[in-house]
């Protein structure tokens, strides 16, 4: 789904109200009355303007009336929510401008926005539910019974655990993108200029990057976590000269060169010697290695970069593993060594937000961007279902957009500049 953000200039200081009350309102009803949109906005000048709002909020879909409700209604829809965290991200000055889009995942939309100071960022807008809604059966009956605004709270949710885990790999050196801002359903941060794994050809030594990444796996199990989704979408390779420090690359500690030795730089024939340097993304799916099935997506984890690399790059290992079992024996221990599972549980992501985003993920069939699921999910038993039977004729579920990337643009256009009433 598009982030349009070119009517949010058009919003007055009372539209911004009635949004905000249909947000509030929709935290316990799924359609939310007109009345009580026009209590929460609380403007003086009463009902009409409130109605006024309403229109001009529901044209660009803000805002969606439900007609066969028994009583008259709205929602809040993506649209809405988007335009009220970027209210925020605006407010507290993390986002100036709104820029293109770079990634559409099944969960996600990724875009290019830009901070007042003019840094290029990332914006990533989690969308939890936006294909199972409409495909899968088990999620529709899944949804119905739960309370309202369950899609809103749950990608709230994954916004905030993706957060809190990026904090706190960052903070012990992990090659992740810096956190800038997180509001709602949405997370600022570091653009990285990189690809995606997935889109690289070769590389001069497969060999050496496959071992930064199950490094890079067995370091995060010593810190207590597993990422769960880690896979060729999910690492961006940058490619960086020799020469050029390389402060952020814990993944490796031997000569920081993929090409074992540096080229001269007098030698003008000699292509320049580059190393290749993994930043990991996309941490919704993060588990602690305390979770009852851990050991499957530790393995899946290992056995989604060694099937990539058979396939890609024509490499095998030599040896078995790493497996699980010798993987933790040394978790939390050593020198700067913490447990980011136990610590990100007492920041406020808790352990109740974490089961309940987990359980939302395995009923709706949510499976990260790798194939196959390690035998804990309810894939096998949903089934797909036409939108005949509908009896949510104005249900604005979004088209499922095709799933991929593209790849960061080294020019970009002008970014679309957030005019907001404030
Ligand atoms: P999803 O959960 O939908 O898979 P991701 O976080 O994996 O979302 O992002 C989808 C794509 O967007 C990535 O594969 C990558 O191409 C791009 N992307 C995401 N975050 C960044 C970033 N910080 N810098 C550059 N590209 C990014
Ligand atoms: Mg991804």
């Not at 990533?124 to 495909?135: A, C, M």
């Amino acid at each position: 789904m598009k982030l349009d953000a070119k009517n949010i200039r058009y919003l007055s200081q009372e539209d911004w109200r009635v949004l905000t009350a249909v947000e509030q309102g929709a935290r316990n009803h799924e359609v939310v009355p007109t009345p009580l949109i026009v209590t929460l906005s609380s403007i003086r000048s009463g009902a009409t303007s409130v109605h006024k709002c309403i229109s001009s909020l529901a044209k660009p879909g803000l805002i969606g009336r439900v007609r066969n409700a028994s009583y008259d209604g709205y929602r809040l829809t993506y649209g809405g929510l988007d335009y009220l965290a970027l209210h925020s991200h605006r407010q507290s000055g993390a986002v100036y401008s709104v820029g293109n889009q770079i990634g559409v995942g099944k969960e996600s939309d990724i875009y290019v926005v830009a901070s007042p100071s003019g840094r290029r960022l990332v914006l990533k807008l989690h969308r939890l539910g936006r294909i199972s809604f409409r495909t899968v059966k088990a999620n529709r009956d899944y949804l119905r019974n739960r309370s309202s605004g369950s899609w809103m709270y749950m990608s709230r949710l994954a916004a905030m655990k993706e957060y809190a885990f990026m904090v706190a790999l960052r903070d012990v050196g992990f090659p992740v993108p810096e956190p800038v801002a997180q509001n709602r359903h949405t997370i600022v941060m570091e653009l990285i200029d990189a690809f995606p794994l997935r889109q690289i050809a070769s590389v001069p030594d497969p060999a050496k990057l496959y071992a930064k990444l199950i490094n890079l796996i067995l370091r995060l199990a010593r810190f207590g976590l597993i990422h769960g989704d880690f896979n060729e979408f999910n690492i961006l390779i940058s490619e960086v000269p020799v020469d050029a420090p390389a402060p952020s690359d814990p993944t490796t500690t031997e000569a920081p060169s993929d090409s074992p030795t540096p080229t001269p730089s007098s030698n003008p024939d000699t292509p320049p010697q580059i190393r290749l340097i993994p930043t990991l993304i996309d941490f919704p799916q993060m588990l602690s290695i305390s979770h009852p099935n851990a050991e499957s997506y530790f393995d899946r984890d290992v056995n989604c970069i060694k099937r990539f690399f058979a396939k890609r790059f024509h490499f095998t290992p030599d040896t078995p593993g790493p497996f699980f079992a010798d993987a933790i024996k040394d978790a939390g221990r050593g020198s700067g060594v913490r447990r980011l599972d136990i610590e990100v549980e007492a920041t406020g992501f808790s352990r109740k937000m974490a089961k309940e985003l987990e359980g939302y993920m395995k009923e709706v069939g949510v499976d990260g961007d790798g194939e196959g699921d390690p035998g804990v999910g309810v894939e096998a038993s949903v089934e797909e279902e036409s939108d005949e039977d509908s009896d949510e004729e104005d249900y604005d579920v979004p088209e499922p957009e095709p799933q991929g990337t593209v790849a960061p643009e080294t020019d970009l256009p002008e970014l679309e500049t957030l005019h907001i009433t404030d």
